[in-house]
Protein backbone atom coordinates (compact mmCIF):
# COMPACT_ATOMS: atom_id res chain seq x y z
CA UNK A 1 0.00 0.00 0.00
CA UNK A 2 1.57 3.49 -0.93
CA UNK A 3 2.95 5.61 2.43
CA UNK A 4 0.05 8.18 1.31
CA UNK A 5 -2.73 5.34 1.70
CA UNK A 6 -1.43 3.86 4.42
CA UNK A 7 -1.81 6.65 6.20
CA UNK A 8 -4.78 7.85 5.39
CA UNK A 9 -6.30 4.19 6.90
CA UNK A 10 -4.11 4.22 9.72
CA UNK A 11 -5.91 7.87 10.71
CA UNK A 12 -9.25 6.65 9.98
CA UNK A 13 -8.60 3.34 11.97
CA UNK A 14 -7.45 5.98 15.13
CA UNK A 15 -9.97 8.46 14.76
CA UNK A 16 -12.98 5.02 14.47
CA UNK A 17 -10.93 3.55 17.96
CA UNK A 18 -11.01 7.08 19.58
CA UNK A 19 -14.56 7.79 18.28
CA UNK A 20 -15.87 3.96 19.82
CA UNK A 21 -14.12 4.77 23.20
CA UNK A 22 -15.66 7.88 23.53
CA UNK A 23 -16.35 8.29 26.88
CA UNK A 24 -20.32 8.89 26.94
CA UNK A 25 -20.11 11.50 29.85
CA UNK A 26 -18.64 13.69 27.21
CA UNK A 27 -21.82 13.58 25.44
CA UNK A 28 -24.12 15.15 27.95
CA UNK A 29 -27.15 15.36 26.46
CA UNK A 30 -28.42 14.75 22.95
CA UNK A 31 -29.21 17.81 20.48
CA UNK A 32 -33.16 18.07 19.79
CA UNK A 33 -33.71 15.73 16.20
CA UNK A 34 -35.58 19.46 14.88
CA UNK A 35 -36.21 22.20 16.25
CA UNK A 36 -38.42 22.48 19.78
CA UNK A 37 -41.88 23.40 19.54
CA UNK A 38 -43.35 24.08 22.27
CA UNK A 39 -40.82 22.95 24.79
CA UNK A 40 -38.90 25.84 23.35
CA UNK A 41 -39.19 28.52 25.31
CA UNK A 42 -38.62 26.19 29.07
CA UNK A 43 -35.62 24.41 27.58
CA UNK A 44 -33.95 28.08 26.44
CA UNK A 45 -35.03 29.45 29.96
CA UNK A 46 -33.06 26.36 31.42
CA UNK A 47 -30.22 25.06 29.29
CA UNK A 48 -29.77 27.52 25.95
CA UNK A 49 -27.09 24.65 24.60
CA UNK A 50 -29.85 22.27 24.56
CA UNK A 51 -32.20 24.25 22.10
CA UNK A 52 -29.50 23.78 19.62
CA UNK A 53 -31.07 21.20 16.85
CA UNK A 54 -28.94 18.32 15.27
CA UNK A 55 -28.58 20.12 12.00
CA UNK A 56 -26.29 22.54 13.63
CA UNK A 57 -23.80 20.12 14.66
CA UNK A 58 -23.43 19.28 11.06
CA UNK A 59 -22.50 22.57 9.54
CA UNK A 60 -24.06 25.02 7.01
CA UNK A 61 -26.97 27.64 8.29
CA UNK A 62 -30.37 26.83 10.32
CA UNK A 63 -33.26 29.19 10.12
CA UNK A 64 -35.21 28.84 12.53
CA UNK A 65 -38.35 30.69 12.45
CA UNK A 66 -40.79 31.06 15.34
CA UNK A 67 -44.03 33.20 15.68
CA UNK A 68 -41.74 34.88 18.23
CA UNK A 69 -38.33 35.01 16.63
CA UNK A 70 -36.59 34.31 13.74
CA UNK A 71 -32.85 33.42 14.30
CA UNK A 72 -30.12 32.22 11.86
CA UNK A 73 -27.92 29.55 13.41
CA UNK A 74 -24.47 30.00 11.53
CA UNK A 75 -22.47 26.63 11.73
CA UNK A 76 -20.29 27.17 8.93
CA UNK A 77 -16.47 28.56 8.98
CA UNK A 78 -16.72 29.97 6.14
CA UNK A 79 -20.01 32.00 6.48
CA UNK A 80 -18.57 32.61 10.42
CA UNK A 81 -15.49 34.00 9.13
CA UNK A 82 -18.17 36.77 7.33
CA UNK A 83 -19.76 37.81 10.39
CA UNK A 84 -17.03 38.14 12.58
CA UNK A 85 -14.19 39.48 10.25
CA UNK A 86 -14.94 40.58 6.89
CA UNK A 87 -18.55 42.17 7.46
CA UNK A 88 -17.60 42.52 11.68
CA UNK A 89 -18.86 46.32 11.20
CA UNK A 90 -22.06 45.35 9.57
CA UNK A 91 -22.80 43.66 12.74
CA UNK A 92 -23.78 45.03 16.49
CA UNK A 93 -24.46 43.05 19.57
CA UNK A 94 -27.48 41.69 19.98
CA UNK A 95 -30.90 43.10 21.89
CA UNK A 96 -30.67 40.08 24.45
CA UNK A 97 -26.76 40.46 25.41
CA UNK A 98 -27.57 44.22 25.43
CA UNK A 99 -30.76 43.53 27.52
CA UNK A 100 -28.99 41.21 30.11
CA UNK A 101 -25.71 42.62 30.70
CA UNK A 102 -25.97 46.57 30.14
CA UNK A 103 -27.85 47.09 33.63
CA UNK A 104 -24.23 45.84 34.97
CA UNK A 105 -21.66 46.90 33.05
CA UNK A 106 -23.29 50.01 30.74
CA UNK A 107 -24.54 50.39 27.77
CA UNK A 108 -21.36 51.77 26.52
CA UNK A 109 -18.64 49.85 28.30
CA UNK A 110 -16.15 47.75 25.92
CA UNK A 111 -17.94 44.69 25.90
CA UNK A 112 -21.06 46.86 24.45
CA UNK A 113 -19.50 49.90 22.75
CA UNK A 114 -19.69 50.02 19.14
CA UNK A 115 -18.24 51.64 16.03
CA UNK A 116 -16.03 54.36 17.40
CA UNK A 117 -16.62 54.61 20.99
CA UNK A 118 -15.82 51.26 21.17
CA UNK A 119 -12.67 51.54 18.87
CA UNK A 120 -11.06 54.20 21.21
CA UNK A 121 -11.92 52.08 24.15
CA UNK A 122 -10.25 48.75 23.04
CA UNK A 123 -7.02 50.93 22.08
CA UNK A 124 -6.95 52.77 25.43
CA UNK A 125 -6.53 49.23 27.38
CA UNK A 126 -4.25 47.31 24.71
CA UNK A 127 -1.24 48.19 26.33
CA UNK A 128 -2.08 45.89 29.05
CA UNK A 129 -2.57 42.55 26.87
CA UNK A 130 0.45 42.94 24.86
CA UNK A 131 3.09 39.79 24.99
CA UNK A 132 5.35 41.32 27.29
CA UNK A 133 2.73 42.99 29.89
CA UNK A 134 1.12 39.56 29.88
CA UNK A 135 4.44 37.91 31.05
CA UNK A 136 4.94 39.89 33.78
CA UNK A 137 1.61 38.78 35.42
CA UNK A 138 3.19 35.07 35.82
CA UNK A 139 4.39 35.25 39.18
CA UNK A 140 1.09 36.63 40.17
CA UNK A 141 -0.56 33.83 38.90
CA UNK A 142 2.44 31.25 40.07
CA UNK A 143 1.18 32.98 43.58
CA UNK A 144 -2.49 32.73 43.22
CA UNK A 145 -1.90 28.49 42.16
CA UNK A 146 0.67 28.19 44.86
CA UNK A 147 -2.28 29.64 46.95
CA UNK A 148 -5.12 27.92 45.94
CA UNK A 149 -2.35 24.47 45.90
CA UNK A 150 -2.02 25.13 50.12
CA UNK A 151 -6.41 25.42 50.47
CA UNK A 152 -6.45 21.90 49.00
CA UNK A 153 -3.92 20.80 51.05
CA UNK A 154 -5.77 21.50 54.33
CA UNK A 155 -8.43 20.35 52.92
CA UNK A 156 -7.99 16.53 53.96
CA UNK A 157 -9.83 13.51 52.17
CA UNK A 158 -13.26 14.70 51.13
CA UNK A 159 -14.48 16.03 47.61
CA UNK A 160 -13.63 19.44 46.75
CA UNK A 161 -16.13 21.21 44.65
CA UNK A 162 -13.21 22.66 41.81
CA UNK A 163 -15.61 25.01 40.43
CA UNK A 164 -15.86 26.89 43.33
CA UNK A 165 -12.14 27.00 43.60
CA UNK A 166 -11.06 27.88 40.64
CA UNK A 167 -13.80 31.33 40.84
CA UNK A 168 -11.75 32.09 43.92
CA UNK A 169 -8.51 31.84 42.01
CA UNK A 170 -9.11 33.43 39.12
CA UNK A 171 -11.28 36.16 40.94
CA UNK A 172 -8.01 36.95 43.14
CA UNK A 173 -6.19 37.13 39.78
CA UNK A 174 -8.27 39.56 38.10
CA UNK A 175 -9.12 41.76 41.04
CA UNK A 176 -4.97 41.83 41.21
CA UNK A 177 -4.19 42.21 37.89
CA UNK A 178 -6.73 44.82 37.04
CA UNK A 179 -6.70 46.57 40.13
CA UNK A 180 -3.24 46.31 41.78
CA UNK A 181 -2.71 44.64 44.75
CA UNK A 182 -4.12 47.91 47.17
CA UNK A 183 -7.38 46.50 45.94
CA UNK A 184 -9.42 43.88 49.17
CA UNK A 185 -12.22 43.00 47.75
CA UNK A 186 -14.44 40.29 49.42
CA UNK A 187 -14.11 37.58 46.93
CA UNK A 188 -16.99 35.56 48.18
CA UNK A 189 -19.54 38.63 48.63
CA UNK A 190 -18.30 39.56 45.02
CA UNK A 191 -18.91 35.86 43.69
CA UNK A 192 -22.31 35.50 45.55
CA UNK A 193 -22.98 38.90 43.68
CA UNK A 194 -22.32 38.44 40.17
CA UNK A 195 -24.09 34.73 40.62
CA UNK A 196 -27.73 36.38 42.18
CA UNK A 197 -27.40 38.93 39.32
CA UNK A 198 -25.89 36.73 36.68
CA UNK A 199 -29.28 34.05 37.24
CA UNK A 200 -31.61 36.50 35.76
CA UNK A 201 -30.00 35.83 32.85
CA UNK A 202 -32.59 33.74 31.23
CA UNK A 203 -35.12 35.95 31.92
CA UNK A 204 -33.49 38.52 29.97
CA UNK A 205 -33.19 36.21 27.00
CA UNK A 206 -37.61 35.13 27.25
CA UNK A 207 -38.54 38.75 27.63
CA UNK A 208 -36.17 39.58 24.83
CA UNK A 209 -38.12 36.87 22.70
CA UNK A 210 -41.58 38.79 23.51
CA UNK A 211 -40.21 42.32 23.68
CA UNK A 212 -41.35 42.63 26.79
CA UNK A 213 -40.39 46.12 28.28
CA UNK A 214 -37.67 46.58 30.80
CA UNK A 215 -39.57 47.63 34.15
CA UNK A 216 -41.33 44.14 33.32
CA UNK A 217 -40.83 42.14 36.97
CA UNK A 218 -39.68 38.78 37.02
CA UNK A 219 -38.11 36.40 40.41
CA UNK A 220 -35.34 37.30 41.92
CA UNK A 221 -35.27 40.92 39.90
CA UNK A 222 -34.70 43.23 43.70
CA UNK A 223 -32.04 40.83 44.70
CA UNK A 224 -30.38 41.02 41.32
CA UNK A 225 -30.45 44.71 41.66
CA UNK A 226 -29.05 45.04 45.34
CA UNK A 227 -26.45 42.66 44.26
CA UNK A 228 -25.53 44.74 41.22
CA UNK A 229 -25.49 47.89 43.40
CA UNK A 230 -23.26 46.49 45.71
CA UNK A 231 -20.85 45.60 42.92
CA UNK A 232 -20.98 48.87 41.14
CA UNK A 233 -20.78 51.34 44.95
CA UNK A 234 -18.10 49.10 46.38
CA UNK A 235 -15.73 49.33 42.26
CA UNK A 236 -17.04 53.13 42.82
CA UNK A 237 -15.49 53.81 45.73
CA UNK A 238 -12.27 52.44 44.66
CA UNK A 239 -12.54 54.80 41.32
CA UNK A 240 -13.12 58.00 43.50
CA UNK A 241 -10.05 56.89 45.93
CA UNK A 242 -7.39 56.27 42.26
CA UNK A 243 -8.55 59.14 41.26
CA UNK A 244 -7.00 61.94 43.37
CA UNK A 245 -3.45 60.00 43.59
CA UNK A 246 -0.72 59.67 40.83
CA UNK A 247 -0.30 56.53 40.88
CA UNK A 248 2.68 54.37 38.91
CA UNK A 249 0.81 50.78 39.37
CA UNK A 250 0.54 50.52 35.69
CA UNK A 251 -2.78 48.42 36.06
CA UNK A 252 -5.60 48.45 34.25
CA UNK A 253 -7.21 51.02 36.77
CA UNK A 254 -4.47 53.58 35.78
CA UNK A 255 -4.86 53.18 31.87
CA UNK A 256 -8.85 53.37 32.08
CA UNK A 257 -8.03 56.26 34.16
CA UNK A 258 -5.73 58.07 31.56
CA UNK A 259 -7.44 57.03 28.26
CA UNK A 260 -8.22 59.72 26.27
CA UNK A 261 -10.22 59.31 22.58
CA UNK A 262 -7.77 60.83 20.18
CA UNK A 263 -10.78 62.03 18.14
CA UNK A 264 -12.84 63.90 20.63
CA UNK A 265 -10.41 64.47 23.20
CA UNK A 266 -12.92 62.78 25.76
CA UNK A 267 -12.06 60.89 29.03
CA UNK A 268 -13.99 58.19 31.32
CA UNK A 269 -16.36 59.75 33.70
CA UNK A 270 -15.87 57.91 37.16
CA UNK A 271 -18.82 55.87 36.23
CA UNK A 272 -17.45 54.71 32.83
CA UNK A 273 -13.97 53.49 34.21
CA UNK A 274 -16.19 51.71 37.17
CA UNK A 275 -18.38 50.05 34.50
CA UNK A 276 -15.39 48.96 32.47
CA UNK A 277 -13.76 47.81 35.49
CA UNK A 278 -16.86 45.57 35.99
CA UNK A 279 -16.95 44.57 32.33
CA UNK A 280 -13.25 43.04 32.99
CA UNK A 281 -13.38 41.78 36.41
CA UNK A 282 -16.93 39.82 35.36
CA UNK A 283 -15.90 38.63 31.97
CA UNK A 284 -12.20 37.86 32.76
CA UNK A 285 -12.71 35.47 35.81
CA UNK A 286 -15.53 32.95 35.12
CA UNK A 287 -14.43 32.20 31.61
CA UNK A 288 -11.27 30.77 33.31
CA UNK A 289 -12.56 29.32 36.00
CA UNK A 290 -15.16 27.52 33.70
CA UNK A 291 -12.13 26.43 31.41
CA UNK A 292 -10.05 25.09 34.17
CA UNK A 293 -13.15 23.31 35.86
CA UNK A 294 -13.45 20.95 32.57
CA UNK A 295 -9.93 20.78 32.28
CA UNK A 296 -9.53 18.86 35.42
CA UNK A 297 -12.80 17.16 35.31
CA UNK A 298 -11.29 15.42 32.07
CA UNK A 299 -8.31 15.01 33.31
CA UNK A 300 -9.56 13.47 35.84
CA UNK A 301 -11.06 10.88 33.90
CA UNK A 302 -8.01 10.70 31.87
CA UNK A 303 -5.08 9.24 33.77
CA UNK A 304 -2.81 8.65 31.60
CA UNK A 305 -3.25 12.39 29.98
CA UNK A 306 -3.19 13.63 33.59
CA UNK A 307 -0.11 11.40 33.51
CA UNK A 308 1.64 12.97 30.58
CA UNK A 309 0.82 16.49 32.04
CA UNK A 310 2.33 15.40 35.33
CA UNK A 311 5.78 14.70 33.43
CA UNK A 312 5.81 17.42 30.96
CA UNK A 313 5.30 19.93 34.13
CA UNK A 314 7.96 18.04 36.10
CA UNK A 315 10.31 18.21 32.96
CA UNK A 316 9.78 21.69 32.47
CA UNK A 317 10.14 23.60 36.11
CA UNK A 318 11.10 20.59 38.08
CA UNK A 319 10.00 21.32 41.75
CA UNK A 320 10.69 24.91 41.06
CA UNK A 321 8.62 28.12 39.91
CA UNK A 322 6.60 28.12 36.87
CA UNK A 323 7.76 31.04 36.14
CA UNK A 324 7.86 33.30 32.23
CA UNK A 325 10.93 31.10 31.45
CA UNK A 326 9.21 27.75 31.83
CA UNK A 327 5.90 28.52 30.01
CA UNK A 328 7.00 28.05 26.28
CA UNK A 329 7.68 24.32 27.36
CA UNK A 330 4.25 23.91 28.88
CA UNK A 331 2.97 23.17 25.41
CA UNK A 332 0.86 20.39 26.26
CA UNK A 333 -1.04 22.10 29.17
CA UNK A 334 -1.80 24.24 26.75
CA UNK A 335 -2.93 21.73 24.53
CA UNK A 336 -4.95 20.09 26.87
CA UNK A 337 -6.59 23.53 28.01
CA UNK A 338 -7.78 24.39 24.37
CA UNK A 339 -9.26 20.31 23.97
CA UNK A 340 -11.47 20.71 27.26
CA UNK A 341 -13.14 24.52 25.60
CA UNK A 342 -13.54 22.70 22.45
CA UNK A 343 -15.52 20.38 24.72
CA UNK A 344 -17.32 22.52 26.45
CA UNK A 345 -16.57 25.62 25.70
CA UNK A 346 -16.84 28.29 28.45
CA UNK A 347 -18.53 31.26 25.84
CA UNK A 348 -21.13 28.76 24.23
CA UNK A 349 -22.72 31.10 21.43
CA UNK A 350 -21.84 34.32 19.78
CA UNK A 351 -25.00 36.28 19.25
CA UNK A 352 -24.88 39.41 16.08
CA UNK A 353 -27.64 42.00 15.39
CA UNK A 354 -27.56 43.05 11.10
CA UNK A 355 -27.09 46.31 10.92
CA UNK A 356 -27.57 47.10 7.25
CA UNK A 357 -29.38 44.41 4.77
CA UNK A 358 -26.55 42.34 3.36
CA UNK A 359 -25.96 38.39 1.69
CA UNK A 360 -24.47 36.04 3.73
CA UNK A 361 -23.03 33.65 1.81
CA UNK A 362 -26.19 33.22 -0.59
CA UNK A 363 -28.31 34.32 1.91
CA UNK A 364 -30.39 37.63 2.09
CA UNK A 365 -30.44 39.03 5.81
CA UNK A 366 -32.78 42.24 6.66
CA UNK A 367 -32.07 45.23 9.02
CA UNK A 368 -32.00 43.85 12.77
CA UNK A 369 -31.81 39.68 11.52
CA UNK A 370 -30.43 37.98 14.78
CA UNK A 371 -27.52 35.21 14.13
CA UNK A 372 -26.30 32.90 16.36
CA UNK A 373 -22.74 31.35 15.98
CA UNK A 374 -23.52 28.73 18.37
CA UNK A 375 -19.96 27.39 19.38
CA UNK A 376 -20.88 24.17 20.91
CA UNK A 377 -22.21 22.39 18.39
CA UNK A 378 -19.14 23.98 15.75
CA UNK A 379 -16.79 22.11 18.27
CA UNK A 380 -18.76 19.23 18.11
CA UNK A 381 -19.54 18.84 14.26
CA UNK A 382 -17.69 15.93 12.55
CA UNK A 383 -17.06 17.23 9.25
CA UNK A 384 -14.63 19.77 10.86
CA UNK A 385 -13.42 17.34 13.94
CA UNK A 386 -12.78 13.78 14.11
CA UNK A 387 -14.62 11.87 16.60
CA UNK A 388 -15.65 15.22 18.08
CA UNK A 389 -16.70 13.75 21.33
CA UNK A 390 -13.55 12.69 22.33
CA UNK A 391 -10.97 13.89 24.97
CA UNK A 392 -8.20 14.15 22.66
CA UNK A 393 -5.58 16.89 23.08
CA UNK A 394 -3.11 15.72 20.76
CA UNK A 395 -5.67 17.65 18.05
CA UNK A 396 -3.97 20.56 19.12
CA UNK A 397 -0.23 19.56 18.33
CA UNK A 398 0.85 22.17 16.28
CA UNK A 399 1.14 19.83 13.01
CA UNK A 400 -2.71 18.92 13.59
CA UNK A 401 -3.86 22.39 14.48
CA UNK A 402 -2.41 24.05 11.54
CA UNK A 403 -5.28 21.42 9.60
CA UNK A 404 -8.23 22.88 10.96
CA UNK A 405 -10.05 25.46 9.16
CA UNK A 406 -9.53 28.97 11.23
CA UNK A 407 -13.37 29.48 11.81
CA UNK A 408 -13.85 26.17 13.09
CA UNK A 409 -12.64 26.65 16.84
CA UNK A 410 -14.16 29.52 18.55
CA UNK A 411 -13.56 29.54 21.97
CA UNK A 412 -12.55 33.75 22.11
CA UNK A 413 -14.53 34.82 19.15
CA UNK A 414 -12.79 36.27 16.27
CA UNK A 415 -12.06 38.98 14.04
CA UNK A 416 -11.75 42.93 15.81
CA UNK A 417 -14.08 41.60 18.51
CA UNK A 418 -12.49 38.96 19.75
CA UNK A 419 -11.93 38.29 23.25
CA UNK A 420 -9.11 40.78 24.17
CA UNK A 421 -8.05 38.67 26.98
CA UNK A 422 -6.89 35.42 25.37
CA UNK A 423 -3.95 35.43 25.73
CA UNK A 424 -4.13 36.13 29.38
CA UNK A 425 -6.03 33.30 30.15
CA UNK A 426 -4.12 31.12 28.03
CA UNK A 427 -0.90 31.97 30.07
CA UNK A 428 -3.22 32.15 33.49
CA UNK A 429 -4.68 28.73 32.82
CA UNK A 430 -1.46 27.07 31.75
CA UNK A 431 0.09 28.35 35.06
CA UNK A 432 -2.77 27.08 37.54
CA UNK A 433 -3.41 23.77 35.36
CA UNK A 434 0.74 23.01 35.91
CA UNK A 435 0.75 24.17 39.34
CA UNK A 436 -2.17 22.08 40.62
CA UNK A 437 -1.29 18.59 38.56
CA UNK A 438 2.49 19.40 39.85
CA UNK A 439 1.22 18.97 43.32
CA UNK A 440 -2.49 16.62 43.54
CA UNK A 441 -3.74 13.70 41.76
CA UNK A 442 -7.18 14.30 40.53
CA UNK A 443 -9.93 11.54 40.35
CA UNK A 444 -13.60 11.84 39.13
CA UNK A 445 -16.51 10.94 41.83
CA UNK A 446 -17.63 7.63 41.03
CA UNK A 447 -21.40 7.99 39.22
CA UNK A 448 -20.97 12.00 39.39
CA UNK A 449 -22.10 13.55 36.05
CA UNK A 450 -21.90 16.63 35.53
CA UNK A 451 -24.29 18.71 32.98
CA UNK A 452 -23.14 21.70 31.49
CA UNK A 453 -25.34 24.60 31.58
CA UNK A 454 -25.24 27.90 29.86
CA UNK A 455 -25.92 30.55 31.48
CA UNK A 456 -23.42 33.67 31.88
CA UNK A 457 -20.89 30.80 30.69
CA UNK A 458 -21.05 26.78 30.20
CA UNK A 459 -20.77 25.66 33.93
CA UNK A 460 -21.16 22.46 35.02
CA UNK A 461 -25.06 22.57 37.24
CA UNK A 462 -24.16 22.33 41.34
CA UNK A 463 -20.24 21.98 40.88
CA UNK A 464 -17.40 19.78 40.18
CA UNK A 465 -17.07 17.69 42.93
CA UNK A 466 -13.12 15.99 42.07
CA UNK A 467 -10.83 14.34 44.78
CA UNK A 468 -7.80 15.54 44.98
CA UNK A 469 -4.81 13.32 46.72
CA UNK A 470 -1.51 15.22 47.16
CA UNK A 471 1.42 13.31 45.43
C1 LIG B 1 -11.00 31.13 28.98
C2 LIG B 1 -11.27 32.38 29.19
C3 LIG B 1 -12.08 33.27 28.28
C4 LIG B 1 -12.98 32.95 27.30
C5 LIG B 1 -13.40 31.58 26.84
C6 LIG B 1 -13.46 34.21 26.74
C7 LIG B 1 -14.36 34.29 25.71
C8 LIG B 1 -14.71 35.48 25.08
C9 LIG B 1 -15.46 35.59 23.86
C10 LIG B 1 -16.03 34.41 23.07
C11 LIG B 1 -15.57 36.90 23.56
C12 LIG B 1 -16.16 37.49 22.30
C13 LIG B 1 -17.64 37.68 22.35
C14 LIG B 1 -18.19 38.16 21.04
O1 LIG B 1 -17.51 38.30 20.01
O2 LIG B 1 -19.36 38.41 21.07
C15 LIG B 1 -14.92 37.65 24.61
C16 LIG B 1 -14.85 39.02 24.68
C17 LIG B 1 -14.25 39.71 25.71
N1 LIG B 1 -13.49 39.18 26.73
FE1 LIG B 1 -13.08 37.23 27.00
N2 LIG B 1 -12.86 35.24 27.43
C18 LIG B 1 -12.01 34.71 28.36
C19 LIG B 1 -11.19 35.42 29.23
C20 LIG B 1 -11.14 36.79 29.33
C21 LIG B 1 -10.26 37.53 30.21
C22 LIG B 1 -9.21 36.90 31.13
C23 LIG B 1 -10.55 38.86 30.05
C24 LIG B 1 -9.94 40.07 30.71
C25 LIG B 1 -8.81 40.06 31.34
C26 LIG B 1 -11.62 38.95 29.06
C27 LIG B 1 -12.22 40.12 28.64
C28 LIG B 1 -13.06 40.21 27.54
C29 LIG B 1 -13.59 41.47 27.04
C30 LIG B 1 -13.38 42.85 27.65
C31 LIG B 1 -14.33 41.17 25.89
C32 LIG B 1 -15.04 42.14 24.98
C33 LIG B 1 -14.09 42.54 23.86
C34 LIG B 1 -14.68 43.49 22.84
O3 LIG B 1 -15.89 43.45 22.59
O4 LIG B 1 -13.88 44.23 22.24
N3 LIG B 1 -11.94 37.68 28.65
N4 LIG B 1 -14.38 36.77 25.51
Redesign the pocket.
Known sequence: MPAVAEFFVVKRLLSWSIAVYADPDLIPFEPPAKPLGLRWLPTLWRNYIETIPRAAYEGGVVRIQRRASDVLLVCDPALIGEI?VEKADAFG?DAA?RRAFAPMIGDNS????EGAE?RW??RA?AAM?RHDALLSFVPLFAAAAGRQVERWRAAGKAPVDAAAAMTRT?FDI?VE??LGGTASLDADAYSRALAISFATIPWHLVYTVFALPAWMPYPGRRRAVRARLFLQQDISRLVEARRGVTSAQGD?LDLLLAARDPESGRTMTDDEVMKNLV??IT???E??S??LTWTLWLLAKDRATQQRVHDEVAAVAGAGAIGATQIEGLSFCRQVIQEA?RLF???AA???LAKVPMTLGDIQIGVGARVHIP?YALHRNDKLWPAPNAFDPDRFAPERAKTYSRYAY?????????????S???L??TVILASLIRAFRFEAVPGHRPKPVARL?LRPQGGMPLIVTPR
Not at 110 to 113: I, S
Not at 413 to 418: A, D, L, N
Request: hydrophobic content about 55%.
Open positions: LRTLFLAWQRVFTIAMLTFAGHTTVAMPPAISRILPFGGGPRICIGAFAMEAT
